[in-house]
């Protein structure tokens, strides 16, 4: 069997010992991802009927940590690159900083044993490391963000990217299909099949496929004319189109525009427009530390007083007074 993630002796082929994950949290991480975790690590051993995988939650900042939406979990504590595990996952969450766990990466790439980044955890990463010398990712809000404040050659927009056993990931949604992804390399096609279906889980996407790339690649709840408007919005942010325009890029007129979005999105194209370009502009605020008028030129705001205008009446505050909050 091919195994790119796990340092198996010649005595573990059939991968008959147990593997030891550790979680790492720290404050305000994301609960969507730990539970998605969790819940296929459960799955595996009830489908595997024993408890082949377990699992400890870490933190550098150990007891009681609270997740984004209040969600306490107790995590043990880290001792530098002590007490490694046969699989490292680093869960996403808002206050996500490398520093908490890169000393614990390091040891785990020189054992040879595999690291999962979700999401935040992945933007991090790259962010720190800077010259990255093989394929990474992150989820695809982060990947604009990351394309912003530097240089990033190696970055894709795939679900998940292999770099010698660092697996940097989207994250999110399908944090249960990356664990799969990497339990596949253990575990059998079958076992792996019962595991989806006890997840209720039709469809899992393989770790080489294209993420989707906003509100309009979601077929699921938008009308086909919405999502190519949403779309061209979307990818002209930083010089917006005038609503003729954007119709004619559509095939309507502007009219008939503005009446598909009063009906099926009771809103404006340009209200939908600007909060598209504030949603955007609240990720730099809050994820890099590049000047407010640089913010505002990337967002398509012709100044800072326009730019912070416009973000108070959205989101009651401005991007000032968010980022003294954040320090």
């Known amino acids: 069997m091919n195994k790119p993630y796990w340092n198996l002796s010649p005595l573990e082929e059939e991968v008959s010992r147990d593997l030891v994950f550790e979680i790492f949290v720290q404050s305000g991480f994301s609960d969507l991802e730990l539970a998605a975790v969790i819940s296929v690590l459960r799955a595996a051993n009830e489908v595997l009927n024993r408890d082949q995988f377990t699992w400890h939650i870490t933190s550098d900042t150990p ?8 969600l306490l979990v107790r995590a043990h504590p880290t001792i530098g690159d002590q007490y490694l595990r046969d699989c490292l996952i680093v869960v996403g969450g808002r206050e996500c900083r490398a520093e908490g766990w890169m000393s614990r990466l390091r040891a785990m790439q020189k054992l040879r044993n595999p690291v999962v980044l979700l999401s935040d955890a992945a933007r991090e990463y790259i962010k720190s490391v800077r010259t990255l010398d093989g394929p990474a990712t992150t989820h695809w ?86 999502q190519k408007a949403i779309r061209i919005m979307e990818t002209n942010i930083e010089q917006p189109l005038r609503l003729a325009d954007l119709a004619d ?75 003294k909050k954040k320090k």
């Open 63 to 70: 007891g009681l940590i609270t997740s984004s939406s209040e």
């Open 141 to 226: 809000r982060d990947i604009a963000l990351l394309h912003e404040i530097g240089t990033f050659p190696t970055l894709s927009e795939r679900l998940v990217e292999n770099n010698s056993g660092i697996l940097t990931c989207a994250g999110h949604g399908h944090t249960m299909e990356t664990v799969i992804g990497i339990l596949s390399d253990v575990l059998g096609p079958q076992e792996c099949a019962e595991i989806a279906s006890f997840l209720m889980l039709d469809n899992i996407r393989g770790f080489t496929q294209e993420q989707p790339r906003g509100t309009s690649y979601n077929p699921n709840f938008l009308e086909k004319r919405l």
């Open 249 to 323: 890029e559509v095939g309507l007129s502007a009219r008939h525009l503005e009446r598909l979005f009063t009906v099926y999105l009771n809103t404006s194209p340009a209200k939908l427009y600007k909060k598209i370009r504030l949603k955007k502009a609240q990720t730099l605020i809050t994820n890099t530390h590049i000047s407010l008028i640089e913010v505002a030129i990337a967002c398509g705001f012709l100044s800072t007083a326009s730019l912070s205008q416009a973000y108070k009446a959205e989101f009651g505050e401005t991007p000032n007074q968010l980022r």
